[in-house]
């Protein structure tokens, strides 16, 4: 606060001596008495400046040294912004491209997602497609999302795509139309140890493909001996009505697998 | 080879795990002993379910020897990593 001068009165009844005049620097709301510096003559100062906002005020933030509204702000790159006019942060980076480079048979690198999800098609060459996630020992559960097929053809290879995953429970192929029989899908779970099931379909998307050849070298499952579920969805409503190239080469090497056939329009398993 | 029954139940259609409420398939599961494979004359593998009345056609056979599987083509991008000398 500005510096007031206080002019104090006559003491009361002083006999004709001076008042005691002061300067005062008031920088604070209270109650001041004269007496308390040492002057006379004068009663109370009280000092009560209002420190409320305006309504319109509310919210608004000092920039400047004004008072200006926040606003709300997107950001859609990493960075590091200034939030102080900021109320209401929306954050809205797109996710990068994720190039995924293959095991080359010199690293033995430990995959740290547990649950895996693949959306859509990816395209890689072969050489990268082949053991893919090979000795991923923290994978545990793969769904890919691809509605083209698995395996068949170099540019669709999944040779050893798991192999060594040991911790791998759960592989699923929803949308694929299936695995046919022209190999380059052999050996698709070697070494995977804890599988439980292997599904290739869904409620919608039969499998129309197959499950691979029956050749020996070829197998998905050559010589796995594990008890997991194949799990198969298949446009027919019951086990006779299976089509004939779903059921070609079961169990496709795996000596203790159960062969489930679901319907690909209710989900129930075919008897 | 070992003939193996196959179990129909509510929870999976070709089983070789029998369940209370299983019921057997019509299908069978034929094993390849130790060492030797069982072929149709055409298909030459260590395991296969086949109907019952298709058992009859198949046989043990020799264990095909297992060709190398052939290392993948390096694409050309690994090419060009090995020529600049970049290593992943």
């Known amino acids: 606060m500005d510096i007031l001068s206080y002019i104090l009165g006559k003491k009361a009844g002083g006999g004709g001596g001076e008042a005691v005049l002061i300067n005062k620097n008031i920088d604070a709301n209270g109650t001041y008495n004269a007496s308390a510096d040492s002057a006379?003559?004068?009663?109370?100062?009280?000092?009560?400046?209002?420190?409320?906002?305006?309504?319109?005020?509310?919210?608004?933030?000092v920039s400047n040294g004004a008072l200006v509204a926040q606003t709300s702000?997107?950001?859609?790159?990493?960075?590091?912004?200034?939030?102080?006019?900021?109320?209401?942060?929306?954050?809205?980076?797109?996710?990068?491209?994720?190039?995924?480079?293959?095991?080359?048979g010199a690293n033995n690198y430990t995959f740290y997602l547990a649950d895996m999800v693949l959306t859509g098609d990816i395209s890689l060459p072969q050489s990268r497609r082949t053991t893919m996630f090979n000795d991923c020992a923290n994978l545990k559960s793969f769904i890919w999302e691809t509605t083209g097929q698995v395996g068949g053809s170099a540019e669709n290879s999944m040779v050893t795509f798991f192999k060594n995953c040991?911790?791998?429970?759960?592989?699923?192929?929803?949308?694929?139309?299936?695995?046919?029989?022209?190999?380059?899908?052999?050996?698709?779970?070697?070494?995977?140890?804890?599988?439980?099931?292997f599904t290739v379909g869904s409620v919608g998307h039969p499998n129309t493909l197959g499950m691979g050849t029956q050749s020996g070298q070829f197998q998905l499952f050559r010589n796995i001996a594990y008890t997991f579920d194949v799990i198969i969805y298949a446009n027919a409503n019951s086990l006779a009505d299976?089509?004939?190239?779903?059921?070609?080469?079961?169990?496709?090497?795996?000596?203790?697998?159960?062969?489930?056939?679901?319907?690909?329009?209710?989900?129930?398993v075919l008897t | 080879?070992?003939?193996?029954?196959?179990?129909?139940?509510?929870?999976?259609?070709?089983?070789?795990?029998?369940?209370?409420?299983?019921?057997?398939?019509?299908?069978?599961?034929?094993?390849?002993?130790?060492?030797?494979?069982?072929?149709?004359?055409?298909?030459?593998?260590?395991?296969?379910?086949?109907?019952?009345?298709?058992?009859a056609r198949w046989s043990d056979c020799e264990q095909p020897p297992v060709p190398p599987t052939p290392e993948p083509e390096p694409s050309a991008d690994e090419i060009l990593d090995i020529v600049l000398g970049v290593s992943e």
Do not use: Q
């Not at chain 1, 900021?86 to 994720?98: I, K």
């Not at chain 1, 090497?253 to 690909?264: D, E, H, L, P």
């Not at chain 2, 999976?12 to 004359?41: F, H, K, Q, W």
């Open chain 1, 166 to 197: 040991t911790a791998l429970e759960h592989v699923s192929f929803p949308y694929t139309t299936g695995i046919p029989t022209a190999g380059f899908a052999e050996d698709i779970i070697l070494g995977c140890e804890s599988i439980k099931d």
């Open chain 2, 1 to 55: 080879m070992t003939i193996v029954p196959l179990y129909t139940s509510e929870r999976a259609s070709l089983s070789p795990r029998r369940e209370p409420s299983s019921v057997e398939s019509n299908y069978m599961r034929l094993v390849a002993d130790d060492g030797y494979a069982i072929t149709d004359g055409e298909a030459v593998v260590n395991v296969i379910d086949v109907e019952k009345e298709d058992i």
């Open chain 1, 242 to 268: 299976v089509p004939a190239v779903l059921k070609t080469g079961s169990p496709w090497g795996a000596i203790n697998a159960n062969i489930i056939y679901k319907s690909s329009v209710t989900g129930e």
């Open chain 1, 73 to 104: 702000a997107t950001y859609t790159s990493n960075d590091t912004y200034d939030t102080t006019k900021v109320n209401s942060v929306t954050v809205d980076v797109p996710m990068p491209d994720m190039t995924i480079y293959g095991h080359n």
């Open chain 1, 40 to 61: 006379d003559g004068y009663k109370k100062v009280v000092v009560s400046v209002p420190n409320t906002y305006a309504a319109g005020d509310e919210g608004k933030v």
